[in-house]
Each structure stands twice: as C-alpha cells, then as structure tokens.
C-alpha cells in the first residue's frame, strides 16, 4: 500500500524568505513523485516531477524539490518565496506498478509581506 | 489545446436531485478520475476508470456512479444529492498502462453546494 504525508498543514513565511514543504511517502514498490500547486479558486497545477535520475528536480516559479530514497522523502524548496506564491501545495505519488496516484492532504503556504 | 474541461463550473442543488458533472479530455489519455476536495481532508478518490469501459471505486463511491463508453470522456452522476456531497469536485486524467510517469493533468473543478 503507498501513503503520502505532508508533515505540515500550515507553512507561513515573510517575503523574500527561503521556504521548505516536507512530504514523506510510504511504498513498498518502486514510484514516481510529484509536486501540484493550487492557487485559490483554481484547479491543481504541475509544479515538478521527479521521474528518475538526478535526485534535484527544478520545476516552474522557481520551485525545486530534492528525492531522497533512503528517507522517502521528497522535499519542496524555494529559496526566495513572492507574495505570489501564497497557494495550497500537494505531493503526490504514483506506483510504477499501477494507475493510481496518492496525494498528501496538502500544505497551505502563505507569505506575509 | 483544451486538456481537461469540466461542466459545469457552479451548481446548487437540493437535497434529493440528481445531476451529471460532465468530464472531457482530448489528450488521448486512458486514465480518467474524479476527486472531491473538502477542507482538511485533501484529494479524495471517488471513482477512476483505466479505459472505455473499464472503471473502479476509489476511496469514497458512495452515492456516485461513473460510466466510461469514450476515451475522451468521464462523468460523474449523483443519485440523489445529500448536504454531505457539498464539495469542490475534479475531474483528472493521465496516460495509463506502461506510462506511470506521467503525471495527471486536471480540469478546473465544480463547486457544488447541496441545501
């Protein structure tokens, strides 16, 4: 069975400050992993995706996220965050044995001006 | 390129109806899914389907039904509507079998209040 856990619900940072999302995932196969940004009133996004190789994934606005197998974890980073990124974040992943996707409840980052 | 469109995007009902959320893609994509998003609780799977005529439970079907005769479409019918069924519903599709690294692509949602 796979899980997805985002460790934090809330995340509140000030501008211009560096912001790091935590989501841990459990499964016992092989997976791909994924970071979706929702803004307000708005459907999910692709923000990244970590498929294989290089464990740092660089996607849209500046995001980066770091896979790390021996902690199952797959961090989201930014290191100078914009009012403009105040949104909910959901990590998700997707077993390479199956069609589902499993998503984290979600971070909801705000940024204080 | 349209994606993912879902119809409609708000909708009151009253407790008891029924309707019809509609769900298209035209990205050739065989897995389709539904979700509903209620505060707190994230994505919740309701149904998903992996190919015309193919389709499953996810982890909340109750009072939905799903049917899949097309690749291009998906829609998610309620029986009759509860309070309970107030939620912001997706619709959501991916490239399926031998393709899990691709990600899953969504419409813009409904929000649908049940009184």
């Known amino acids: 069975a796979q899980s997805v856990t985002q460790l934090d619900s809330q995340v509140p940072v000030f501008e211009e400050a560096p912001v790091e999302l935590r989501c841990n995932y459990s499964?016992?196969?092989?997976?791909?992993l994924f970071w979706y940004v929702q803004y307000p009133n708005q459907g999910l996004q692709l923000l990244l995706k970590?498929?294989?190789?290089?464990?740092l994934v660089k996607g849209i606005n500046g995001f980066e996220a770091e896979f790390n197998k021996s902690q199952t974890s797959f961090h989201l980073r930014k290191p100078s965050v914009h009012i403009s990124d105040t949104a909910e974040y959901f990590c998700?992943?997707?077993?390479?044995?199956?069609?589902?996707?499993?998503f984290g409840t979600g971070t909801s980052l705000t940024v204080i001006p | 390129n349209a994606g993912v469109t879902q119809t409609p995007k708000f909708q009151v009902l009253k407790t008891g109806q029924s309707m019809t959320l509609q769900c298209a893609q035209d990205?050739?994509?065989?897995?389709m899914s539904w979700y509903r998003q209620d505060p707190g609780m994230g994505l919740r799977l309701i149904h998903y389907?992996?190919?015309?005529?193919?389709?499953d439970q996810g982890e909340v079907p109750n009072g939905y039904n799903v049917s899949r005769s097309t690749t291009e479409d998906f829609p998610l019918r309620l029986l009759s509507a509860a309070p309970s069924q107030t939620s912001v519903y997706f619709c959501?599709?991916?490239?399926?079998?031998?393709?899990?690294?691709?990600?899953?692509?969504f419409g813009n949602g409904t929000r649908l209040t049940v009184t």
């Open positions: 959501a599709s991916s490239l399926g079998a031998g393709t899990y690294n691709s990600p899953l692509h």
């Open positions: 499964s016992s196969v092989s997976v791909y």
């Open positions: 970590y498929l294989s190789g290089s464990t």
């Open positions: 998700a992943v997707r077993p390479n044995t199956g069609n589902q996707f499993y």
């Open positions: 990205m050739n994509h065989e897995y």
């Open positions: 389907s992996v190919g015309a005529g193919i389709t």
